[in-house]
Structures are given as structure tokens and as C-alpha cells.
């Protein structure tokens, strides 16, 4: 037998996997998203976003693969970050927002598909949020923030230095917000932009209030858009608006489309231009507006006024990014349900429900979409071992268009995830994903860490999870549960936790380490335990509850939650929850893990950034100050100039060497 074709065939294939995930590379992956399929269904727009670790931040660049396949074209430079492409109705341009420039602020640029260098569409000075194409490609509805006085040509305050920046003057109720800052009565309204002319845009919308996410009629003379105009800062309500897209008066047509309490938004239009749809909460109740999925519901828009029809009332599951499908006889959207996010099509008469793609025994997550008019749709799609890459959608399944990590991925052993299902103290089922180490061995039992998400109405799903896989490359196995107050499970599980943090979710999540135990997986001896936000918030409880777990890292957590009103960005769901501290303290305190501080025996690192006003540091600085007082071990990190998001890739490495680090010094001692 000649084995020397057979050798020559091997040698041509990809070199086998011969190493685990570190550090490192977590900035060589790349993120890919926002797919924009082309009019004519051949073209897909995108982005990809990429650390950069020698420049401390992350740049993002547009590309565009052919739907049949094909080598990626790069649409714009590396020196300069682009975002939100967005195709003209005819298909000849590609819109997008960019800031060149030290000093730039965003604007809109255009590119010929056919090539050629970019073209700066608006100079507007205090730059540009957003922006959609008008149907016939003539105008753009943009997104764009109030001037500041500087903007304006306002010199008045110059201070003892050209540079000396004005005081804060504040007559809010909700005057922070993490990201911002300090808030003022600036705000963001529509304005119109004549592409042909490029005359200055016009402003269509006015007032003390925030209009957001316009959407063209298909004929082009309306626009819908969100807006919360009652009493604004003093509660969550949104609805959806129309104005005329010629407006000359600053919203003077502006008409009122949704009226029922609580955040209706995101509106879109059917293509006969009849009907609004839009996501909406099903009540007004508080515990509705923060625990309960949303809805996907039509409205008339004709001036005689319409009574909303919701398509998915009996679903008990969230649904969002809703489209029209060409005919307009359906919608598609995404379908958060039980650790899967689903691509499904909605009958817009009846709501019955198709699962598109999504789940299944690969364990497809779908993060994204965009169609064409033709019917071609693009789907972002992610699973444990694949990070975001787009995929069409075709009769016989999804076909993978982009590999963007292909060669990173290919030289990776990686972790292996399996769904775990089991009971509750009380008997609740529960649903958790448990990763092993990339060498795992049967019979062996692991280190292991609990991992619990922020939120806490949000999910753990099958989507390539960095942390956990970079955890299980350092031979932790990986506990990461959905407990109750997760979203994907429906309304009563969720609300399951309303006033009441920290008993629940808490038995939930002991509960999942328990059948990682019981599975002969996790060293019940070797457990250790964190997470980010309400991540941290629970862990927090964890460890006042028990002193089985050896570490424990709290990132952006809250703990004496009194001290946060008026402090964080929270008021109003914290006084739907509690009701105001000064009436409810009883309520506050009750469910406030600082007061069980000195029942702390596990080592643990508080973790923040010094500019969250989401979950302001002030929690961990309390914690560390309170178990440094006590004698325990414990250390604070505090990452300069940071918000709720640890935005800077360098402070991004830093955490993660820390978890690692902070770990192994207790969970693995002799290594």
C-alpha cells in the first residue's frame, strides 16, 4: 500500500489543537456583529470589533462578504473605528458612522459598494447617534444630542484655565446615568438630513424629553419613534410616537400612537404602512415593568386611533429586534427561551410562532439578524465552542458565511459544556451549563467555580462564553446557572426573587453546585464563587450565607443599598421594588447583605470601576472596608475612570489575570 498521498493529504489539513485558551487570547478573538444583508439579497455588511491592547482600546471596522460565500472585503481603514452600517434602499451605498479625527465627533460617511474612498455625509458639531435611510434614498432621520454651551458658542465660563470645566447644575429627578455621568437638560431628538443638498438638518422633534429609534413610514412622510413624555424623569413609561417627516415646527405634527402604562418602543412599520409594530410590557404593575418578558404587539395608525393587539401574550417569553417580513403577512424576531435565543417568524393575524433556527443539539444561539428584500436573511450565530460568525439562512439549514476566527479557533483545545437540569431546595427546576476542562478526565474531580450573571433578568445561553472557557483552560470546572429572577423561563420564575434577592436565587445556585457534585465533577472541598453586577450582588449573598466556598470575587456589586439611592441611577426601580427608604426602611435593610458582613469567612476581592454610577464602587469599598475591620482576607481593586463596563482592554487583561490569580491562590495552593 503507498501511504505517501494519504501523508500528503494529511499534511495539507489544519494543524490538530495542541494548546488551551489564555489570557492573550482573548484579544486575538474577534467580535463580529450587526449583519446587514444588501436589497438585492448578494451582499452582507458587518461589523467586526478588535482589542487593541498597545493602544488601550477597541477598534471596529465594516467588511462585506458576498451571501454566496467568498474572501471578506474590508470596507474601511484600521485607522479609525466604524460602526452601524447601513444600506441605501437601492443597494448602490453603504452608510455608516465613523469618527475620524483626534478630536472628531461621529458622523455619517457613504461608500460606493462598487469602491472608492468614503464620503462625509453630515458635520454636525456635537456629532451623530443614529441614523436610518429614508425609503427613496434621498434623506436620513438622525439621532442627535442637544449642543453643549460650548457646542453652541457659548465662552462665558472660563474658570482660572481655558480648560477649567463649568460646575454641575442639577434640577433632575433622574440626574445620573452610568456611562454619562451627571445629567443635565440636554437631550436627544430627530432631525432630517437632505443627502443630495447636505444642507443643515432640520430639526423635527423638541422638548424636555429624549425621542429615540425613528423608523420611515414606506412612504416617507412619517416617522415613528419612543419617547417617554410623562413626567419624564419620574418613571419608566415609554410610548411610541409619529411625526411628519416635514416637519418645519419642531414637532408641532407629532402624534401619540401608545398610551398604556409602562415602556412600549421600538417601533417598525408593516410595508403597506397600515401598522406599528412594537415591543410593549404586558402591565403597569412594577413588579411587570421589572421582572416580566416583554411583547410583541401591532397598532393601527390610522387618526381615528387603534387598540393594541399583542402577538405573543400567552408566549411568557421575551422577544425582541422584530422585523416585517417582506409580504407583511408575518414578523421575524428573537426568542429568549431556557438558555436558547431563537430566529422565529410570528403570523401578524393569529401569532402563532415558527422556530426558524436556534437550539437544537449543536446548541445554536442566534445574537442577530437581517433580511433583504428579496427573503435572504443573515443570521448571527454563536455555540459554546464559536465565538459570533454570520450564517444564511437556507431550506436545508443555516450555512456558515464568515469563519472570521477560524485559525485562532483551530489551534485551541477548548472546554466542553453540557446542560444541566435539576430540583430546587423547594423543588423548582432549574437549569444550569457546566463546562470542563479541556483534558477532562472521568472520575477526577475539579476545582470549581460558581459564576452567576448580572442582571438579574437576563440568562446564561449557548453562546461562546470567553470567561468560562478561559477558566476551563486552567482546569476549573465551570458552574453557570440561570436561577430564579432569570429571564427565559417566564414571568413567575422571574418574579420569584421581586423584594426578596438573595433566598431563591440563592437555594438555585447552591442547588447547581450541588449536581456538579453529585455528577462527580466539582471537589465540594475546592468551590469557588463571583460574578459582575448582579452577579456580584448575589455572590455577595452567597457568602454571607455560607462558608463553603474558599474564594470569592464580588465585581460592581451592591451591598448597603440605602446608601445607593440618590447615589446610583436606580431610583425609580428601586422605589417600585422597596418604595422609598425613608417609609420602607424595614424593606431595605431587610434584603441589604452588608448587615450579615461579619459572617464573611471566604477570602474575597471587590472589584469596580471608580466612575460606575450603575453599581457605584462606594458598595465595595464598604465591603473591603468592613471585612478589613474584621480581620478577614480580602483586597479592593478600583479601575481609574472606569464605569459599570470595564471598557479599557489593558483594565480588561488586569481583571482577568486578577480572577486568575485570586483563584488559584485558594483554590489551587500547591500549584
Known sequence: MNILPILAILAQGPAPATRVLTVDDLFRIQRVSDPRVSPDGRWVAYVVATPDLAADKSTSRIWMVAVAGGDPIPLTTKASSASSPRWSPDGKYLGFLATRGEDAESQVWVLNRLGGE????????????????????????????????????????????????????????????????????????????????????????????????????????????????????????????????????????????????????????????????????PSGEPIAMIYDPGQLAVIGVDAGGSRPRPLTAALDRNIRAERWAADGKSLYGILEDEGDNYLV????????????????????????????????????????????????????????????????????????????????????????????PPDYQAGRRYPTLLRIHGGPVSQYDRSFNTEAQLFAARGYAVVLTNPRGSSGYGARFSRAIFADWGNKDFDDVMAAVDEAVRLGIADANRVGVGGWSYGGILTNYVITKTGRFKAAISGASEALYTSNYGHDHYQNLWEMELGVPWTHQRAWDRISPFWSVAKITTPTLWMGGSSDWNVPIMNSEQMYQAMRRLGRTTQLVVYPGQSHGIGKPTYQKDRWQRYLEWYGRFLKPDL
Open 118 to 281: 468614503a464620503e462625509q455625509l453630515t458635520t454636525v458639531k456635537q456629532g451623530v447617534g443614529s441614523f436610518v435611510w429614508s425609503p427613496d434614498g434621498g434623506r436620513l432621520a438622525l439621532e442627535i444630542d442637544d449642543q453643549t454651551p460650548e457646542q453652541a458658542g457659548d465662552t462665558s465660563w472660563i474658570g482660572a484655565k481655558a480648560k477649567t470645566q463649568r460646575p454641575y447644575v442639577i434640577d433632575r429627578l433622574q440626574f445620573k446615568r452610568d456611562g454619562t455621568g451627571y445629567l443635565d437638560r440636554r437631550r436627544t431628538h430627530l432631525y432630517v438630513f437632505d443627502v443630495r443638498s447636505k444642507a443643515a438638518a432640520r430639526q423635527i422633534t423638541s422638548g424636555d424629553w429624549d425621542d429615540e429609534g425613528p423608523a420611515w413610514s414606506p412612504d416617507g412622510r412619517l416617522i415613528a419613534f419612543t419617547s417617554n413624555r410623562d413626567s419624564v424623569d419620574g418613571n419608566d413609561n415609554s410610548d411610541v410616537w409619529i411625526v411628519a417627516s416635514d416637519d418645519t415646527s419642531k414637532g408641532a405634527t407629532t402624534r401619540r400612537i401608545t398610551s398604556e402604562p409602562g415602556p412600549d418602543g421600538n417601533p417598525v412599520w408593516s410595508p403597506d404602512g397600515k401598522w406599528l409594530a412594537y415591543d410593549r410590557q
Open 345 to 436: 417568524r410570528v403570523d401578524a393575524t393569529s401569532g402563532a410562532l415558527t422556530r426558524l433556527v436556534g437550539g437544537g443539539a449543536d446548541g445554536r444561539s442566534v445574537n442577530g439578524y437581517s433580511s433583504g428584500a428579496d427573503g435572504t436573511i443573515a443570521v448571527l450565530i454563536s455555540a459554546p465552542h464559536l465565538p459570533n460568525e454570520i450564517f444564511a439562512l437556507e431550506a436545508a439549514g443555516p450555512r456558515q458565511v464568515t469563519r472570521t476566527n477560524q485559525a485562532l479557533l483551530d489551534s485551541l483545545r477548548l472546554a466542553d459544556v453540557r446542560e444541566l437540569h435539576f430540583k430546587s431546595r423547594d423543588g423548582t427546576a432549574v437549569e444550569a451549563f457546566l463546562y470542563t
